[in-house]
């Protein structure tokens, strides 16, 4: 089993819907979540972080953490095809440590 | 800020060959990570830098990788006898490396290797 799994995908959503992208994990040591966004050939950029469990919302982006599950999730409001790329997420024990991402998401919302 | 920056973009080699990347941090930023990520995979960490001290090493991949960072400044990535295996994206990130929550790390667009 690996440490991190999410959604296989490919994902593909009309314009202005709302996306689920969601991670599983088996380490109950990991305390900070994070999701990044990575396009074609590009290195991933961070979109959100949250610590331990919860919601934290950025504009059209809401993170949660259920830590209890070993679960985390992103939800996408109001998508758009700029938001096409692959969704990773990523997990460490402490700050500084080096990050364990999942496989990505691919998403892609169609105009 | 100018951000991360890696050379080469693309490197293609014959197997056998060595090869060498180089990753420049964002300047003020201690620390410095390598990662691969090999298609439809999530980066895999190999190593990481607290300014010119390799931290960890363990996860190099074998011992035909190898990585330094002699200055704290830039950093380079060595592959020894390159397999096909080994072709992948080759991805650099720094950060502060102070005590925020969390370090948060940036990436720079990586190296991408074929090795026929």
């Known amino acids: 089993q690996k440490e991190v799994e999410q959604d296989p995908g490919p994902l593909s959503v009309p314009e202005g819907a709302i996306v689920s992208l969601n991670c599983t994990y088996s380490n109950s040591a990991f305390q900070y979540f994070m999701w990044y966004r990575q396009y074609s050939r590009k290195g991933p950029e961070l979109l959100m972080y949250?610590?331990?469990?919860g919601n934290k919302e950025d504009g059209r982006f809401t993170a949660q953490v259920d830590k209890s599950s070993k679960y985390i999730s992103l939800f996408i409001r109001d998508s758009q095809p700029s938001d096409s790329a692959t969704y990773l997420c990523?997990?460490?024990?402490?700050?500084?440590?080096?990050?364990?991402f999942g496989p990505g998401t691919r998403l892609s919302v169609l105009p | 800020d100018t951000g991360v920056s890696q050379n080469p973009r693309h490197k293609i080699t014959k197997r056998g060959q060595n090869v060498t990347f180089r990753c420049d941090p964002i300047s003020e930023h201690n620390r410095l990570y390598w990662y691969r990520q090999t298609l439809g995979q999530g980066p895999e960490f190999l190593t990481y830098f607290q300014n010119e001290a390799q931290l960890e090493k363990s996860r190099l991949l074998s011992d035909r990788f190898s990585a330094e960072r002699p200055k704290g400044s830039f950093s380079t990535l060595e592959i020894q006898r390159t397999e096909q295996g080994d072709s992948a994206m080759y991805l650099c990130a720094s950060s502060r490396g102070h005590s925020e929550v969390p370090d948060t790390q940036y990436f720079g667009p990586g190296t991408r290797l074929t090795v026929l």
């Open positions: 949250t610590y331990s469990s």
């Open positions: 990523a997990m460490t024990y402490n700050y500084g440590q080096n990050f364990v």
